[in-house]
């Protein structure tokens, strides 16, 4: 979908990909499938993938283990790097938007991100 040489293909496969989006899981699985593409997941979804990426953090019950030991919060970024990134970035661009998604479709969006927060990230 990097590609501007075939419109109509393009504009099919976000179509496609907007269905799929409303099975049950398929929303959650074609963001994790785009979450190293997020220009892709911005032109399919836009503003809306705050709430499956929120999904993606860890449950608030697994914080307090994780902030007790830096070491295996920094150890296990790895997956949620690309998460808060893809936030990150839709935050910047969506602003108000993203922050309405967060605040009507999610719960404890802002614990759940909270230990995640750092400038070094865009965050």
Not at 6 to 13: A, E, G, S, T
């Amino acid at each position: 979908m990097e590609d501007d040489g075939f419109p109509d293909l393009r504009n099919n496969l976000k179509v496609a990909l907007t269905n799929v989006a409303e099975l049950p899981r398929g929303f959650a699985e074609i963001t994790r499938q785009l979450l190293t593409k997020i220009a892709i997941l911005d032109e399919v979804f836009g503003a809306r993938a705050v709430k499956p990426l929120h999904n993606f953090l860890p449950k608030l019950s697994e914080y307090d283990a994780m902030l007790e030991n830096c070491a295996k919060l920094h150890s296990d970024w790895a997956p949620w790097s690309q998460v808060i990134d893809a936030l990150a970035f839709l935050f910047q661009k969506y602003k108000e938007e993203a922050a309405q998604v967060a605040i009507d479709e999610t719960i404890n969006f802002s614990e759940k991100l909270a230990p995640f927060i750092n400038p070094k990230y865009g965050v």
